[in-house]
Nanobody, 122 residues
Framework: QEQLVESGGGSVQAGGSLRLSCAAS????????MGWFRQIPGKERERVAT????????FYTKSVEGRFTISRDNAENTFHLHMDALTPEDTAMYYC???????????????WGQGTQVTVSS
């Protein structure tokens, strides 16, 4: 069954770090850009970070550039989002995705993970 399974997340104080991981089936992992969207209560889901299937190119939303790093582990068909210097504004439900285009929107997402909560306290 093709799916995405997330792990990681949790609660941290401002300035701290967290890592999210997402395991994918081999078919999904090799075919799509992989990444994360997040949804802050009361707001639309936004694309946070994506990585090309080759691993050579990454994309970040402006508010996380320099603080978040997305990477792929080809041996495990898993990708990770390492988040540093977290702020309360990063508090959201994070969803790993397989997306048709690395700079695409919600309509381009082909698979969603189950979501994991990240809470940053001040």
């Amino acid at each position: 069954q093709e799916q995405l399974v997330e792990s990681g997340g949790g609660s941290v104080q401002a300035g701290g770090s967290l890592r999210l991981s997402c395991a994918a089936s081999e078919t999904i992992y090799k075919r799509y850009c992989m990444g994360w969207f997040r949804q802050i209560p009361g707001k639309e889901r936004e694309r946070v970070a994506t990585i090309h299937p080759s691993g050579s190119t990454t994309f970040y939303t402006k508010s996380v550039e320099g603080r978040f790093t997305i990477s792929r582990d080809n041996a495990e068909n898993t990708f990770h989002l390492h988040m540093d210097a977290l702020t309360p504004e990063d508090t959201a439900m994070y969803y790993c995705v397989a997306i048709r285009y690395c700079v695409g929107g919600i309509g381009d997402v082909r698979y969603w993970g189950q979501g994991t909560q990240v809470t940053v306290s001040s």
